[in-house]
């Protein structure tokens, strides 16, 4: 594996800038065993002269720990901070040339979540490797000097507890690998469901989900039990080590030495020091092998990405001087892996410089995979592209946004913004009147890939980004299908006109659609059918449309549409309560940690306090029974051993019960409940909250806060409980020792309560900073997965890289100081040690009538054990969200709705943050079993009509009622699962779920069920066309395609991902036959062509005839024929207002 010696080699300095350090600290810490010797030799002989010395040589030895441990510690914070940032940078970058399907999306994530959170203590552990080895080495000379071959035999049990390594190495990389894998799939489903959150709302597959996802994190919490298990059993062997070495070696001493009691105390309690220096460092080498076998699992899942071959680019490139032909492709084949037949076969076209190229077929024929091999993003089975200049202007059919302001996503976020040109472009995309609804105009900040837009504004304002870039190529993946006519017209006189800015700027266009209209824009017309490309002329100017033989009472005469302005807080930002967020500041820490032991668990909680508290009396005990067996008589000295054994059985039983009850109870426990809670709440949270959120704010919460609740917060409890008992136990040992020490209790305890209250307020507020700042990482980082082929096509590599390593700086700094907080909290408590150490001397030596070596001895091994024990008592942070939903119980009966008759009366709804209405007393009324369409200009407020329908969005004033049940009333739940069946605009489906569960997510329908409304949406041969060998003759075949997850078959397009929603809608439909709900189709057809859209007509004939559907569309070309003259209507808003509502015979002028 070469990234690790990569890391070293680039981190050279630091990497071994740890050295001196550490073994410096090496050399004060064997001082102590000497100093012990010293000191109890003094008590019973000494001068006061030379008591002094020994004093100043305390003080030396426990202020050289201090400051080696703080130096070395720093230097180890420096290094992780270091590797932290290398590996996340070069995640990123190869993100930016790697194309990933939409299952790998989140691989990105999880690397930079998980994987690279437990590579960052790679420097430590290799440090700690060999500091340790070798303190085992230096501690066993000393050792052997006082007990000469007794000495060896801690390395002996050593050697044996070590076979468990073998073990460990050879099962534990597996182990890790899998529960890496279960916590990518969690994630990529998360993300899927936050990304698609309005969608996944408008569907009420908020429970489907959140049992997906619960089950996937049960897996992974499983997974993750074969992991522990093994953790505890060698923790098991390690303990072991750690507590019956000096055992075993002490009875054998003594054994085998003579009965001197002065010899024997001083040598006792000297051994049991060095002992403690040989078994803890030869203990922490055991525990750094499951930790090491672990980080090199983590390093193999980066280097496997970082591995993965990047894009290749084989497009060749004109050169400048010509003229003539800007981009050609000649016998271009195109086959996925996967496919039996290939894409396109053969094709060949030429496009010259400022010409516009128009390419149109049927749903699924390839035009989106033409345009991605003109971008150099495919493999090309035969042939070659030239193209005149590799950057691209791509504007994809599912607008990308990135997470910036509308301003800086046109301009690409450009260093000096061209003001003249980016008005011209902003006023030719049809975009004033929409930023001028806006609170912040351009400033607005664009969440989630535009959540808080409205589709038809997202395709402009990456409309708008093509253009502003003045490339002189442009790409453009059916842009204008969310438009209404009128914004369409104006958009395409303004930039495809003989005016318009493409002529201008004499740019060569390659315009996928199937629109009639385009054809007296374009110089040349490609068909795409059965994988070949066929030249067309273009056709003469159309009459108008369907869509367009409407009445021109849907706007007011006269009313141009630069005049037209979107509804005043039609799509603001809407004002989100920070009560959730700001949850931690608001509350106080003992709630917090309150929180955490509900999720904990009782009994967890109480058997893990339990063995705490009597490990660490039986640590801590088991020193002042060699102080009794030391001044006791030899004939009492066996029994006194037998109290020890039995001791040291009882703490290692009880250490074995504290990693069981940590890792196999607690761990899983609080990690399932905490999950679970904090799922439920996203899930539940209104759609206000992901208009403000950032999706890497979310994203975190999910990743690394639930890593910390996993991996952390449970042995940081335990080790809280084990100091805690430790301390009290030393602290009375101490005081029965030298009785005078009580004044420096008071003393200390002030000083630990300033200590911690400067140390947990800085820290808290570090902390929080941490958390945002790593989110913007995400957000970055999930910019730059979504948004590869947008940014690879534009050449804006290296400004997507320094944007992200501005933001990866900026995380770095909180994370740094936090880190920095921690050393200086461990030097603060090094330096109180180091003075009670002092203090305990100093007044042995003044008052030594009063105090035996054997006293001194057990005091300082006592204080050599407590070091460091309060640094870790760590606060229990956790952020989770919380938000209740407002409760609403009315039940509208188990057969409600029959009819779907639906009154819109007198409503009016506003967003918080504006004063103004996006509905303004609006009132219509929808018989049962009416199709009716709503229509109006983008912005006019149809999506805030159909939010309001599904109870997205509250009514300020008005009932909306559907068979007379006011939907105010009863439970969002009920009204997107019973009431009303939705068909969002965007396609919706989770990658890492099957085929089955993205059809069918409350498993209503049978197989030849689910197969028939495939079949009926055309998608069937479409799925089935993998190459699979298992397949083939398999009588299983379709109970395996359908139990497939969605990321094994090819992406669907657009227009293919509206039909999979239809055939999603078809299900829940014949699912609830024995009631009708409301059907709601959000511009279900904008991305088909006329005969595809043939299909919607057949279901709305066939299927939905009997059902009330309300259809928002721009385009009605296809569905118009399968309205009912004499019932059926129309209904146009405008400004937030009904502004006609017709039947469809008084509407029509034509068909």
Known sequence: MTLPLVLMRSFQNAFLAPILPRISLIVFRYLQPILIGFAIDFVRSASLEIGLYLVLYAAIVYMGLAVSAAIYQHRINQLQIMFRGGLISLIHHHSLNFSATRSEDSEALTLVGSDVDNIESAGDIFHETWAQLLEVIVGTAMLAARVRWLAFLPLVMIFACSRMSAYVANHLEGKQKNWNVATQKRIATITSAVSGIKSLKMLGMEHAIQSQILHLRSQELHISEGMRWILVAYNASANALGIFAPVVTLILYAMTS??????????????????????????????????????MANFARV????????????????????????????????????????????????????????????VGSGKTTLALALLGELHLATGTIRVHSKQIAYCAQQAWLPSATICDAISGEADGLDLEWYNTVVEACGLLPDLEA?????????????????????????LARAVYSRNKVLVLDDPFSALDKNVREFVLQKLLGPRGLFKQMDMTIFLISNSTTLHSFADKVVLLRDSMAYSQQPLSRKEPEASTVLSSSRTSPGTSFAKTKAPKGSIERPEVSHDATNLPQRTGDLAVYGFYLNAVGRLSALLMTFCTATCSFALTFSTYIL????????????????????????????TNGIMWSTHLK???????????????????????????????????????????????????????????????????????????????????????????????????????????????????????????????AFGWQRKFEHKFDKALNLSQKPSYLLLCLQCWLKVVLDCLIALVAISLIAVSILYRDTTTGADIGLALNLIIVANGAVSRLKSVQDSVLAEDEVCDTSDPGPRWPL????????????????????????????VGGQNVIIMGRTGSGKSTLMLSLLKLLATKEGTITIDGVDIAQISSNAVRQRGIIAVPQDGFNIPTATLRFNLDPYNMSSEKTIIEALKKTRLWDKLTSISTDEFHGNP????????????????????????????????RVWSMAATKPIIILDEASSSLDLGTESILHEILVEDLCAYTVVMIAHHVDGIITAMRPGHDKIVTIHDGQVLTESLIENVLVDV
């Open 899 to 926: 009819s779907g008759e639906t009154l819109v009366d007198n409503v009016s709804v506003s967003y918080s943050s504006s004063p103004g209405l996006a509905l303004r007393n609006m009132s219509f009324r929808i």
């Open 438 to 462: 806006l609170p912040g105009g351009d400033k607005t900040m664009i969440e989630n890939n535009g959540i808080n837009l409205s589709g038809g504004q997202k395709q402009r304002i990456a």
């Open 258 to 295: 003579h009965n001197d009691e002065s010899m024997r105390a001083n040598e006792v309690f000297s051994s049991l020091a060095l002992l403690a220096m040989v078994t803890h460092p030869a203990n922490m080498v055991m525990t750094l092998v499951p930790r090491a076998v672990a980080v």
């Open 303 to 362: 280097q496997s990405y970082l591995t993965k071959p990047s894009i290749e680019d084989r497009r060749q490139s004109e050169s400048e001087g010509n003229v003539h032909q800007s981009t050609s492709m000649d016998n271009v084949t195109i086959k996925p892996a996967l496919m039996t037949h290939p894409i396109l076969r053969d094709v060949s076209l030429d496009l010259g410089r400022g010409e516009l190229l128009l390419c149109a077929g049927a």
């Open 627 to 654: 102080k009794w067996a030391v001044e006791a008589p030899p004939r009492e000295l066996q029994m006194y051993l037998g109290l020890y054994v039995a001791i040291s059985v009882i703490a290692w039983i009880a």
């Open 1036 to 1067: 299983d075949t379709f109970t395996k395609i359908l139990d497939l997850p969605m990321s094994c078959f090819l992406p669907l397009s657009a227009g293919q991902l509206q039909l999979f929603a239809l055939c999603r809608m078809l299900l």
């Open 666 to 792: 607690i761990a899983i426990r609080s990690g399932e409940v905490l999950h679970a809670q904090l799922l439920s709440t996203i899930l539940r949270a209104p759609l206000a909250y992901f208009t403000e959120t950032q999706i890497g704010v979310t994203l975190n919460r999910f990743s690394q806060d639930i890593s910390l609740v996993d991996k952390q917060l449970p042995p940081a409890l335990s080790n809280l409980s084990v100091q805690i008992f430790k301390l009290l136990a030393q602290v009375v040992l101490i005081l029965s020792v030298q009785p005078l020490m009580t004044a420096t209790v008071p003393i200390c305890f002030v000083c630990v309560y300033f200590i911690q209250r400067v140390y947990l307020r800085t820290s808290k507020q570090l902390r929080y900073l941490d958390l945002e700042s790593k989110s913007h990482v995400y957000t970055n980082l999930l910019d730059t997965v979504n948004g590869a082929t947008t940014i690879r």
